[in-house]
Every structure is written in structure tokens, then in C-alpha cells.
């Protein structure tokens, strides 16, 4: 970990999060959350708030009424999808320009992820909110990569094309000596992110190891079934081609992943509004 604090000191303009999305991060973990705090955090900021509005009122969510503030939003989207829009907001601004990235389809393979994380949590009894920020974090790494090995990074997306995200880890170690799991972990920490979180970052490609957690093979599974709807693949062909050793961890029948996976397909609209 020493060598990926050197790498991240080294990084003059390194991503920072607005303040009201660190507080809004650190709120996870309170039980009695004040509805009215959050509500007053989010709309100290202007620019969050107004996205967030944006979001809100958008066609995806079919509000029947205009949501006019975050009071509004609370008490038609409910608490914990007001927090999700509110980080989902503040880290796809985080970095808005890198040569090299096409950010537009990055930050959606990110929110396609975080949204089928969320669903599988709900069905497997994981915390849901969590999920999803674990899964819009997933590939926070590749940023910091793209910031400081530029050319190195598209080379590596080149030889990784349709790779595996444990693939493409190999891949980084040879290249630059870190992997984009290191380096998220690693951000994370930075912004005072949870531990849990974290810890996904940095275990999410290779969720069989010893010290990941259960958090991680959803995340694992989301990027793998994100990547296939993306790319408009059936469900069948996205269930066959998940890795058999991480999908047994959830004890879904044949059909029951294919329905599942179809289920999601929405979800890729979900993320377009964020867009």
C-alpha cells in the first residue's frame, strides 16, 4: 500500500468529491439519519442539487408531480434513493474531461453496474445502498490511471478489450505495477469512503480471494452482466458466460439467472438519464 500512496501523492490534480457528497457517504453508517440534515446539505450546493432535481424529475423515475426541492424529493423517492442520486451526482462530476477515456460510456458501464448491484442485494439480503455505491465506484481506479499513465492505460485498454476485470489486473501489475482494484481502494480511503467500501474496490475482480467479501462477487457479477447488456448480448449468452465458480456463491437456478439478467436490461435506461 505504501508504493499506491506514493502513486496517488504523485498525482497533482488528484479527483476530489464535493463536500456534501463526503457527508452524505459518511451518513451511511448513522441509524437515526436526520431527514431534514440531509435535506439542507444537498441543497447548500447548487450544482448538485440542481442535477439531482434534473435526475428526479426525469421520465425514468415517472414522478407525477414536479419535484420542486429536496424536501419534495425525500417524500416521493424516498431516503435512500435521494442519497444514491445525491453520490451517483458528485462522483460522475468528480473528473468531466480525460484525453484518452471516453467518459460518457465509462460513467455509464459504472451506473449500469451500480443499478444491477443494487437489485441483487435486494434479492439476496445485502445492503442495497451500499451495492450500489460499491458498483458506481468499480472501476474509480481506471481514472486515476488514465491521470498519470496515459499512454500506458490505452494501451491497456487495447490489449484488454473484452477482457475479464481479473484479466486486465494481470494485465496492469506487468505494465505500470498497480492494478485499478489498488488504486481504488486506495482513493476510496482518500475520501473517507467506508470500510466496506473500500475493501470492494480493491477485491471486485478477484472475489475469491481470502480477504474479499460477499459484496465484492455481487459487484463481480454486476460488471460481468452490466458489460453484456451493454453490448445488447442475451441474457442466456450473459449467464453462460459467467465464471461457474463465482455465480454457484449465489444460489440461483439456470432460469432463474436468465430471467434475472433479463430483468436488468432497463437498467441501461436508468443509467442514461444520468447522461
Known amino acids: ?39 439542507r446539505k444537498v441543497e447548500h450546493d447548487a450544482a448538485i442539487s440542481a442535477k439531482v432535481l434534473k435526475l428526479a424529475n426525469s421520465s425514468y423515475y415517472g414522478v407525477t408531480r414536479a419535484i420542486k426541492n429536496m424536501d419534495d424529493a425525500i417524500a416521493i423517492l424516498g431516503l435512500s434513493k435521494l442519497r444514491t442520486l ?9 473528473v468531466t474531461q480525460l484525453p484518452g ?14 443499478s444491477v448491484s443494487r437489485e441483487i442485494a435486494k434479492v439476496t439480503g445485502r445492503d442495497a445502498e451500499l451495492a450500489y455505491i460499491a458498483g458506481l465506484l468499480s472501476n ?43 488504486l481504488g481502494e486506495a482513493l476510496a480511503n482518500r475520501w ?3 470500510g466496506e467500501i ?9 472475489p475469491l480471494d481470502k480477504n474479499a467479501c460477499d459484496m465484492a462477487t455481487i459487484v463481480y457479477i454486476a460488471v460481468h452482466i452490466a ?22 456463491v449465489i444460489k440461483w437456478s439456470e432460469v432463474e439467472w436468465i430471467d434475472r439478467i433479463e430483468s436488468y436490461r432497463g437498467l441501461v435506461g436508468e443509467a442514461e438519464a444520468f447522461i
Open 1 to 39: 500500500m505504501a508504493d499506491v500512496e506514493a502513486f496517488l501523492n504523485s498525482i497533482v490534480t488528484l479527483p476530489s468529491l464535493p463536500k456534501v457528497v463526503q457527508e452524505v457517504m459518511q451518513m451511511l453508517d448513522s441509524e437515526d439519519l436526520a431527514v431534514n440534515a440531509l435535506a
Open 227 to 248: 458489460s453484456g447488456l451493454e453490448q445488447g448480448e442475451a441474457a442466456t449468452h450473459i449467464a453462460e458466460t459467467l465464471r461457474a465458480d463465482v455465480a454457484k
Open 192 to 194: 473517507n469512503f467506508p
Open 198 to 206: 473500500s475493501r470492494v474496490l480493491r477485491y471486485y475482480a478477484t
Open 86 to 94: 445525491v453520490i451517483a451526482s458528485g462522483v460522475t462530476s468528480a
Open 101 to 114: 477515456l471516453d467518459l460518457k460510456a465509462f460513467w455509464r458501464h459504472s451506473l449500469v453496474t451500480a
Open 140 to 182: 474509480i481506479g481506471l481514472l486515476l490511471m488514465h491521470l498519470v499513465f496515459a499512454k500506458a492505460a490505452v494501451e491497456i485498454d487495447a490489449i484488454c478489450h473484452g477482457s475479464t476485470v481479473d484479466e486486465r489486473q494481470v494485465v496492469e501489475q506487468a505494465r505500470v505495477g498497480v492494478d485499478h482494484g489498488q
